[in-house]
Nanobody, 128 residues
């Protein structure tokens, strides 16, 4: 079983940047595909980005493509989400998630029900 801990959230002005980190416990981090999601008040949890276990493939939601970058360091058991050009609409709780499954289709990584483990989330607030 894996435990995920997000960090790096906070308050930032519009146009600014943040880098979120998600540290994963356990020896099998490199076997997991990882995803980032967010949930704003009153809204459903939405997919942002995913990365395969090797880092060879990445997937993004249209809303963040070109602004957010997902990456991973298997030696450090950590996945990152670099967020640039932030707007107040990016304000939400950000979650990382892990799945042992390997999918051929990026669509499957966008489905939150396909993830096995979740972190507790980290708050990101973007002021105007």
């Amino acid at each position: 079983q894996a435990q995920l801990v997000e960090s790096g959230g906070g308050l930032v002005q519009a146009g600014g940047s943040l880098r979120l980190s998600c540290a994963v416990s356990g020896r099998t981090f490199s076997m997991y595909a990882m995803g980032w999601f967010r949930q704003a008040p009153g809204k459903e949890r939405e997919f942002l980005a995913a990365i395969t276990w090797s880092g060879g493939r990445t997937y993004y939601a249209d809303s963040v493509k070109g602004r957010f970058t997902i990456s991973r360091d298997n030696a450090k058991n950590t996945v990152y989400l670099q967020m640039n050009s932030l707007t107040p609409e990016d304000t939400a709780v950000y979650y990382c998630a892990a799945t042992k499954a390997t999918y051929r289709s990026g669509t499957s990584y966008r489905n939150r029900s396909n993830y096995d483990y979740w972190g507790q989330g980290t708050q990101v607030t973007v002021s105007s």
